[in-house]
DNA sequence: GGATCCATGTAACGGGTTACATGATTCG
DNA sequence: CGAATCATGTAACCCGTTACATGGATCC
């Protein structure tokens, strides 16, 4: 029944999983990547294959229940739900591990950090697609934002985390904008300092 | 000569260790790990066996030079050298590689989202922790901040994703402060909303 | 009726992590 | 004189990604 070896060091992965199913209802790897896709997505985003193995192994762990469950229309699915020992893991993990900065992993940054490399222009155009992009992932936080607000059961920390997203959103935008005033457009390019024409 | 199939793909650790490359100076494996540390690190962090790595294959791929250096007092030590080619494939990659966001890969965020799973006190415990690492983390960024405004050569875009990472710190500090406010604390916990004792 | 989307998964690869290994130098 | 740190790297593992596979339902 998997136990008997201790409690096995999962990955977050493991307990992103865990943690939805212990919002109660059961679930199939198809409504979990739905579930993260459109709630955690922001901060932790695994990939489907990975949420079908993971949940094949809290399932081996003894953290979690699998039902086969037949469907003529569609393909078989299998829904898995949270054990009291999976209960457990979480709230152990979510107590004791230890709280740490992660580095973001950004691509778009380290191309920043090195744009000296870059033909005229480039940064530019790149920055403010990067601008657009954060301005509709705003929009999509906000609209979310709106959604919670209108309901009647509040889930405040998810909330929280939500408001982090709109921060963050908001603090990048600020400095695209700034950054791109600063950034030497075309026609300045290659003057020296100070110089005004 | 590792030339011959076309470009290879790379991963963006690839094009990290090639754009510090690209700053002129020939360096080894330690030295680029030293030199990510205090620049990129907090958006793109590789380990240093993943840099040895890299620069084993960009060497094949005729992206950087190899020399070996013998040492009395220490490990011998290979140096590394961008070539005109590995230049190309830069910028290349600088040019062309799509600009997208990618999700932030915070546990502490996680966790936060999961928090109506902790026992009380510990979120509040957890983010207090959060906001500390945040805040020393704002201070050396602040502390770099003022080495480069004293320093004559301004490296105008290694300063921008400072203050990137400025404006983060603060937004998530800012963040901290207002959520823990809303926070129950133990005492008021199970209260109904609305007593003002 | 062809294309796209919904819904379920599996398989293989590799990037990146953790752990290991070594020896000089400096510090208490 | 033992411990910690500097400095160099190697080896193995595994998480997570990309690509593949299947078939009904729905849209145009």
């Known amino acids: ?77 299998r ?5 009291p020992a999976g209960r457990t893991a979480v709230e152990r993990w979510l107590a004791e591990s230890p709280v740490e900065l992660e580095t973001i992993r950004s691509t778009f940054l380290l191309k920043v950090f090195f744009a000296h490399l870059m033909a005229p222009g480039v940064v530019e155009k790149q920055m403010a697609e990067y601008r657009e992009q954060m301005g509709s992932l705003l929009e999509t936080f906000l609209e979310i934002e709106r959604h919670i607000l209108a309901a009647d059961n509040p889930t405040p920390y998810p909330y929280m985390t939500l408001k982090f997203g709109i921060g963050y959103a908001r603090s990048a935008i600020d400095w695209c904008d700034r950054t791109m005033k600063e950034l030497p457009t075309g026609r300045e390019r290659g003057r020296k300092k100070g110089g005004k024409r």
Do not use: C, H, N
């Open 1 to 77: 029944m998997g136990a008997g070896s201790g409690e096995p060091k999962l990955p977050p992965t493991a307990y992103a999983v865990l943690g939805m199913l212990s919002f109660g209802r059961e679930m199939s790897g198809y409504d979990l990547q739905k579930a993260t896709e459109s709630s955690v997505r922001f901060f932790w985003s695994p990939a489907k294959s990975q949420i079908y193995a993971e949940l094949r192994r809290l399932q081996e762990a003894g953290y979690a229940t699998e039902r086969e469950v037949a469907q003529t229309d569609r393909p078989d699915k």
């Open 79 to 83: 829904l898995y739900a949270v054990t």
